[in-house]
C-alpha cells in the first residue's frame, strides 16, 4: 500500500477524482498512522467511528458517476473549536462537557460539500487562550520533534496532526498567532487569512474582532487547496467581506524579480533567539534575493504596543464572548448548586481551567466603568496606528518577511507559571490580528537541537495569494519543509 | 413647600416584522415555549447575529415620524449582565450612538399644545422569559432576539396627565406607520416611567426612582400619581428618597420596592463586534421618508379646517389610520364629508365593533359603499332604509347597492300621484291632526307622515310627503 500520509493533499484529491484511489484505502491508513501515533502526542482528542463510512460514501458517490468536489477524501482534522452538528465540539474545555453543536460552522459545511473527509477533533489551548496547548482540558500536546517539548498554541493539536502525518490537512483558528506560532514550532505550515476572509461562523468566539480561521498544511499548495473551499463571502457572518476570491492554487511565480519583500530591523533584534535570526537571514533572506526579490527594510514603530493592545481587546471580549458559558442552557452545570447565583459562580469556577479566568477578569477589569477609555477604547486606537504602520509599509514593499515565533519548541512547563513570557510568544503574530492583515508561517530550517524554525510573510489585504505564492517558490528552492519529525 | 414633579419615559416598542432582529426565526406570539428559536438566538456557541433590514427600515420610519435626527452612522453595542432569559449573557442594543436623537411627541393639556422632548430612541433585542414553576423555573426563549425600540424621552413631563397623553400619542403615531402593533397585553409595547420630586423652582432634579410593570396606559398614570404623593410624602416626613427600581401593584394600587440586592450594575459595553456600523445615505433617510405617514395629530387638525368636520367626529375618524384613510378613499367618491363621518362613526363603527375586526376586514368595497350614499342622496332610496335594510344585505354580499335595491323592492317611491293617494288616505283616518295642522300645529305633521310610511312599507319619498302634505293643507 502507498504510504499516503506522506502524499500532498492535492495528489490525494486528484487521484480520488479519478477513481485511481479510494478513499477507504486512504481512511484507512490514516486511520491506523492516528492509532499508532497519536497517543504519544495526544493531538487528536476525538476520532469519528464513522470516518470509514464517511471515506464510502465518497467511494460510492463517485462510482454512481457523481463528480466529486476539490478536497475529495483528504483526511482532515478540526480544532475542537468549530461547530460540527451532533458531534461533540468542546473548545477542550471542562464547561463544554458533552455539548453536541445543533448545527454545522461554515468552514464544515464547505468542507463537506467538497467531498473532504473530516476525521476528528484536534486538541488545543481551552477556548484558543494559551501559546502552548497545555490548557487543554484534555492534556497537553506534545510536539513530535520533541516530546517533552511544547507544539505551540492554541491550535496545538492541528499543527502536530499535520506535522505527524495524522492528517494531510488541518484547520485552525488564529487570534493573536494560534495557527502559525505551532506552525512554526512544528516545522509546517500555517496560514491565517485576512479578517474576514473566511467565515467565523460556528467558530467558538474568542475574541470576534481578532479570530480567523485558517489551514495548516505541509505543502503551500496543499493550504491553497484548503484554503480554495473555505474562503468566501457568508452572509451568516456579517464581518466576512463580499469579494471576488481567485483561485489559489493558480498563478505559481517563477521568479521573485520585481518583488520587493520588507523585513522589520527591530523584529531581528532584541528578544530573538540568534539561531532563528540567523537561520531567517542565511536560509530566507538569502534565497529570497538569490531569487530576484529586493529586501527593503521598512518600519512598524507601533508594533511594540501589539502584544498589550492584544491582551486589552482579546480578554475584553473574551469576558463578554465567554459569559454564555454559564451552566443554564448547555454544557456543565456544577452539582454544588442551590440558587442562580451558586449556578453561574460554581459552574464557571469549576468549569473554566486557570488561564480562562484569568482571561475573564482580565477582560472583565477593562471593560469596567471608568477604565473603559484608558483600557479597550485606547487598544482600539492602538490597532488603528498599527494598521497605518502596515498601510504606509506596504506603499514600497510586496509583503514583510518576519519571525514567526521569538524561540523554538520550549519545554513543557517551562513557561506556565510566567503569564506575561508565554504571551510574549505571541509578539511577533498578534499585529496581523490587531490589523486584519493575512500572515503565513512556513518552516525555515531547524535548530542544533533539531527543533522547527518558522518564518512568516505578512501581506496586505487579501493578499492570501501573494503569501501562498511566496512561500511555493521558496519550497521549490529549499527542502526544510520536507523534514518530518522521526516519530 | 410646594413640589413639583419630573417624569420621564421609557416605551419599549416592538417592531412589526415577520423575523428576529438578528436571525429568521419567526416572532409570531403565544407559540409553543422555545418553538421559535433557532441556533442564533439560543445564544450557541460560534453563532453570530446578521441584521435583519427591514428592522432598520421600521426603526428609522419610527423615528422619522417622531421627528428624530436620523444618525447616518450608529452602532450596535452589548450590555453584559447574567440572566437565565438571556442566553447569550449579553444583550444587543445601541448605547452611546444610537440612530435616532432628539424629536418629540405634541400634547394637549385643556387646549395648551406643546411638544415632549425626546432623548433617543435605540434599537435592541429583546430577551425571552422564564415560568417560575412548583418544581423550578423554566425558560422560554421565543422571545429572545424579538426586535425592539426603546423610545427614551428627556425628564420633561411634570403631570401624570401629560404622561398619559405622550403615550397615547405616541401609540398612534407608531401604529399609523404600522411599525408595531402595540399590543400592550401581548407585550409589543412596554413602559417604564421615571418620576422624581422637587421643591417648586429647585433646578436640580430631585432622586428618581424607576417604576416598572405599568401594563397599561392607566396604570402608567395612576403609578406616577400614586409615586408623586409617596414621594412629597417621604421627604416632608424628612427621609431621603432612595434611587431604586419599583414594581407597579395593580391589585393594591401601590408601587413596591422591587427585591434585588443588586446595586448599580455594570453592563460593561463595548461596541458589538459582530456587526457591522449602521450607515445611512441621505438617498436612503429621503426614501424612507416618503413612507411616512401624516402625523394622526395634524390629520384631525386638517379634517377639522379643511373639510369642516367637528372635533369629534375629526377625533373619531384620525384615531386609526385605516379608518382615516377609508374616509379619504370614500370622499375621493362621495364629496360629503360630514355624511360619510356619520356612517362611519354610526353605522359602520357599529358593524366593526359587533364583528370584533377592524375596517381593514370591513367586507364593504369603497365602491359599493359609496354607491349606497349616492343613492340616497339622489333620493332613489330613502335613508331609513338603506340603513335598515340595504346596509345589513350590503355586508353580507358586498354587491352593488342598486342590485340590492332592484332586488328587494326598496327603491324609493317618488311618484307623486301615488304619494298623494296615500297622503289622503291617511288624512282622511286621522281628522284631528288635520285640523291641528290646519291651526298651525307643525307637531301634528308627524303623524301623518308615520301613516304613509307605514302604507308605503318605508318606501315614500319623505321629502315628497312632506311637500303634498304642505300642499293639501295650505290649499
Redesign the interface.
Given at each position: 500500500m502507498i504510504d499516503f500520509y506522506k502524499t500532498s493533499a492535492v495528489e490525494i484529491a486528484k487521484n480520488v477524482k479519478s477513481g485511481e484511489w479510494k478513499a477507504v484505502d486512504i481512511a484507512q491508513t490514516y486511520l491506523d498512522r492516528i492509532n499508532d501515533k497519536n497517543k504519544s502526542l495526544n493531538a487528536f482528542i476525538r476520532i469519528y467511528d464513522d470516518v470509514i463510512e464517511s471515506a464510502q460514501a465518497i467511494d460510492d458517490k463517485r462510482n454512481n458517476g457523481k463528480p466529486l468536489g476539490n478536497l475529495a477524501g483528504v483526511p482532515i482534522g478540526i480544532k475542537d473549536n468549530m461547530c460540527e452538528k451532533n458531534r461533540l465540539t468542546t473548545a477542550c474545555s471542562k464547561i463544554l462537557s458533552g455539548y453536541k453543536p445543533p448545527y454545522n460552522a461554515t468552514v464544515i459545511d464547505k468542507i463537506e460539500q467538497q467531498d473532504g473527509l473530516i476525521i476528528g477533533k484536534t486538541n488545543m489551548d481551552e477556548f484558543a487562550m494559551g501559546s502552548s496547548n497545555e490548557t487543554s482540558f484534555y492534556g497537553a500536546v506534545n510536539n513530535p520533534f520533541d516530546t517533552d517539548r511544547i507544539p505551540g498554541g492554541s491550535s496545538g493539536g492541528s499543527a502536530v496532526a499535520v506535522s505527524a502525518g495524522l492528517t494531510p490537512l488541518s484547520l485552525g483558528s488564529d487570534t493573536g498567532g494560534s495557527i502559525r506560532q505551532p506552525a512554526a514550532l512544528c516545522g509546517v505550515l500555517g496560514m491565517k487569512p485576512t479578517y474576514g476572509r473566511v467565515s467565523r461562523y460556528g467558530l467558538m468566539a474568542y475574541s470576534s474582532s481578532l479570530d480567523q480561521i485558517g489551514p495548516f498544511a505541509r505543502y503551500s499548495e496543499d493550504a491553497a487547496l484548503l484554503l480554495n473551499s473555505i474562503a468566501g463571502y457568508d452572509n451568516k457572518d456579517s464581518s466576512s467581506v463580499d469579494i471576488e476570491k481567485p483561485d489559489y492554487l493558480e498563478n505559481k511565480i517563477t521568479s521573485l524579480k520585481g518583488k520587493k519583500i520588507g523585513i522589520v530591523r527591530s523584529f531581528m533584534d532584541e528578544g530573538l533567539s540568534t539561531e532563528i535570526k540567523t537561520t531567517i537571514e542565511n536560509n530566507v533572506i538569502d534565497v529570497l534575493k538569490s531569487l530576484g526579490a529586493e529586501i527593503i527594510e521598512v518600519e512598524l514603530p507601533h508594533s511594540k504596543f501589539g502584544i498589550a493592545a492584544y491582551y486589552l481587546v482579546a480578554t475584553a471580549e473574551a469576558s463578554s464572548n465567554l459569559g454564555r458559558y454559564d451552566g443554564i442552557h448547555y454544557g456543565f452545570r456544577s452539582e454544588n448548586i442551590n440558587d442562580l447565583e451558586s449556578i453561574y459562580v460554581n459552574s464557571r469556577s469549576e468549569g473554566f481551567g486557570p488561564e480562562v479566568i484569568r482571561r475573564i477578569l482580565l477582560g472583565t477589569f477593562s471593560l469596567s466603568a471608568g477604565y473603559y477609555e484608558e483600557y479597550y477604547n485606547k487598544a482600539t486606537k492602538v490597532r488603528r496606528l498599527i494598521l497605518n504602520d502596515y498601510i504606509s509599509a506596504f506603499k514600497n514593499v510586496d509583503a514583510i518577511l518576519t519571525p514567526t515565533s521569538p524561540t523554538c519548541a520550549f519545554k513543557k512547563g517551562e513557561k506556565s507559571s510566567n503569564p506575561i513570557e508565554m504571551y510574549l510568544s505571541d509578539i511577533y503574530t498578534v499585529c496581523n490580528n490587531l490589523s486584519g492583515l493575512p500572515g503565513i508561517s512556513f518552516n525555515c530550517g531547524f535548530s542544533k537541537e533539531g527543533l522547527p524554525i518558522g518564518a512568516q510573510f505578512t501581506g496586505n489585504v487579501f493578499e492570501e495569494n501573494e503569501l501562498l505564492q511566496l512561500v511555493n517558490i521558496f519550497e521549490k528552492n529549499s527542502s526544510h519543509h520536507l523534514t518530518t519529525p522521526n516519530i | 413647600m410646594e413640589f413639583e414633579a419630573t417624569i420621564g419615559l421609557e416605551v419599549h416598542c416592538q417592531l412589526g416584522t415577520n423575523t428576529k432582529l438578528f436571525c429568521g426565526c419567526t416572532t409570531l406570539f403565544a407559540q409553543e415555549p422555545n418553538s421559535q428559536t433557532c441556533?442564533v438566538c439560543?445564544?450557541?456557541?460560534?453563532?453570530?447575529?446578521?441584521?435583519n433590514k427591514k428592522v432598520f427600515e421600521y426603526a428609522v420610519k419610527a423615528g422619522l415620524a417622531i421627528g428624530c435626527d436620523i444618525q447616518k452612522f450608529s452602532k450596535f453595542d452589548?450590555k453584559?449582565y447574567?440572566y437565565?432569559d438571556l442566553?447569550?449573557?449579553?444583550q444587543i442594543t445601541q448605547f452611546d450612538k444610537p440612530f435616532a436623537l432628539k424629536g418629540g411627541i405634541e400634547i394637549n393639556i385643556k387646549g395648551n399644545k406643546r411638544v415632549v422632548k425626546l432623548e433617543r430612541i435605540q434599537i435592541e433585542e429583546d430577551a425571552g422569559k422564564l415560568i417560575h414553576t412548583a418544581d423550578g423555573s423554566l425558560?422560554d426563549l421565543n422571545r429572545a432576539g424579538t426586535p425592539l425600540i426603546e423610545i427614551v424621552s428627556d425628564p420633561d413631563m411634570s403631570t401624570s396627565e401629560e404622561a398619559y397623553q405622550y403615550l397615547v400619542n405616541l401609540k398612534k403615531i407608531l401604529k399609523y406607520n404600522e411599525v408595531s402593533d402595540c399590543e400592550m397585553q401581548e407585550g409589543s409595547l412596554r413602559c417604564d416611567a421615571n418620576i422624581s420630586v422637587k421643591p417648586i423652582g429647585q433646578k436640580e432634579l430631585g432622586t428618581k426612582v424607576e417604576v416598572k410593570n405599568l401594563n397599561s396606559f392607566r396604570y402608567v398614570q395612576a403609578a406616577i400619581d400614586y409615586e408623586i404623593v409617596r414621594q412629597i410624602q417621604d421627604i416632608q416626613n424628612g427621609n431621603k428618597i432612595s434611587q431604586e427600581t419599583r414594581l407597579w401593584d395593580v391589585d393594591n394600587g401601590v408601587t413596591e420596592p422591587m427585591r434585588s440586592k443588586e446595586g448599580a450594575h455594570?453592563y460593561?459595553?463595548?461596541p458589538e463586534?459582530?456587526?457591522?456600523p449602521l450607515i445611512l445615505t441621505d438617498k436612503e433617510i429621503e426614501k424612507i421618508k416618503s413612507t411616512v405617514a401624516e402625523p394622526p395629530l395634524k390629520r384631525k387638525e386638517r379634517f377639522i379646517s379643511e373639510l369642516k368636520l367637528s372635533e369629534y367626529d375629526a377625533s373619531i375618524l384620525t384615531e386609526e389610520k385605516p379608518i382615516a384613510d377609508y374616509f379619504e378613499n370614500a370622499l375621493k367618491e362621495f364629496n360629503k364629508p360630514k355624511e360619510i363621518a356619520n356612517w362611519i362613526s354610526n353605522d359602520i363603527s357599529s358593524y366593526l365593533n359587533e364583528k370584533k375586526i377592524g375596517i381593514d376586514q370591513f367586507p364593504v368595497s369603497i365602491e359599493n359603499m359609496t354607491s349606497l350614499w349616492k343613492l340616497i342622496d339622489d333620493g332613489t332610496i330613502n335613508k331609513k332604509i338603506a340603513k335598515e335594510k340595504v346596509f345589513p344585505l350590503l355586508v353580507e354580499s358586498n354587491k352593488n347597492p342598486s342590485e340590492i335595491i332592484e332586488s328587494e323592492g326598496l327603491a324609493g317611491k317618488n311618484d307623486s300621484d301615488e304619494i298623494r293617494k296615500w297622503v289622503e288616505e291617511a288624512m282622511a283616518k286621522n281628522q284631528k291632526a288635520v285640523d291641528d295642522l290646519k291651526n298651525g300645529k307643525d307637531k301634528a305633521k308627524g303623524s301623518i307622515v308615520g301613516m304613509v310610511m307605514k302604507a308605503s312599507k318605508g318606501l315614500a319619498n319623505p321629502q315628497i310627503v312632506n311637500k303634498i302634505i304642505d300642499d293639501i293643507i295650505n290649499s
Open positions: - | 441556533p439560543l445564544g450557541h456557541p460560534g453563532t453570530l447575529p446578521v441584521l452589548r453584559n447574567y437565565p442566553p447569550k449573557a449579553y425558560v455594570d460593561r459595553f463595548f463586534p459582530d456587526l457591522p
